[in-house]
């Protein structure tokens, strides 16, 4: 069955850096559009970083435009989220998700908690 098991998350102050893992099965990864998301406490899960097929096209969320970088291995059927200058406001769990047959699938999610 489909699953995605995300990876990386953790404490860190502020300016500092993490790198996520989102490690997928069950599906053909190299078809397939990936997306992360994180949901703040009391707030709605948004989409913070999406890329289609390849490297190529990726969109970021405005918040994160120029600090965080979201790539994909076809060969370890894995998608990362590199995060550097985090802030405090990106302090949320962070989730990957793809979209098949007119479904939603998301992995389980990590945290990720920015404070001195």
């Known amino acids: 069955q489909v699953q995605l098991v995300e990876s990386g998350g953790g404490l860190v102050q502020p300016g500092g850096s993490l790198t996520l893992s989102c490690a997928t099965s069950g599906f053909t990864f190299s078809r397939a559009a990936m997306t992360w998301s994180r949901q703040a406490p009391g707030k709605e899960r948004d989409v913070v970083a999406s890329?289609?097929?390849?490297?190529?096209?990726?969109y970021y969320d405005e918040s994160v435009k120029g600090r965080f970088t979201m790539s994909r291995d076809n060969a370890k059927n894995t998608v990362y989220l590199r995060m550097s200058r985090l802030k405090p406001e990106d302090t949320a769990v962070y989730y990957c998700?793809?979209?098949?047959?007119?479904?939603?699938?998301w992995g389980q999610g990590t945290q990720v908690t920015v404070s001195s």
């Open positions: 998700m793809t979209h098949l047959d007119d479904r939603e699938y």
């Open positions: 890329t289609g097929l390849g490297n190529s096209l990726t």
